[in-house]
Nanobody
Framework: VRLVESGGGLVQAGGSLRLSCAAS????????MAWYRQPPGKQRELVAS????????NYADSVKGRFTISRDNAKNTMYLQMNSLKPEDTAVYYC?????????????WGQGTQVTVSS
């Protein structure tokens, strides 16, 4: 599965960006899709996830109320709408596509897109 992120860039604090992740496979074939981010000098962390079954979502506490994850199955694309951005949101954002296959799972990653929030 190939994933291509887009939509990153430089924005001032308080601004908004929308990230997109286009998948080469049906988004319905993923058990879960998610956005992760890796701030400079830090480990990669989960930002938000969405399940394929009922579309339930999960967010990191740091982004709740500001970010919204969604997907368009007809376009095989996942989105992350980011509002009220803060300098601490600066990171490389990665798209994740996960298939659960007993006894393990398969994870696919995009190349990442840089988001920089200036104060």
């Amino acid at each position: 599965v190939r994933l291509v992120e887009s939509g990153g860039g430089l924005v001032q604090a308080g601004g908004s960006l929308r990230l997109s992740c286009a998948a080469s496979a049906s988004t319905l074939s993923a058990n879960t899709m998610a956005w992760y981010r890796q701030p400079p000098g830090k480990q990669r962390e989960l930002v938000a996830s969405i399940t394929s079954g009922d579309g339930s979502t999960n967010y990191a506490d740091s982004v709740k109320g500001r970010f919204t994850i969604s997907r368009d199955n007809a376009k095989n694309t996942m989105y992350l709408q980011m509002n009220s951005l803060k300098p601490e949101d600066t990171a490389v954002y990665y798209c994740n596509f996960r298939r659960n296959r007993f006894p393990g799972r398969y994870d696919y990653w995009g190349q990442g897109t840089q988001v920089t929030v200036s104060s």
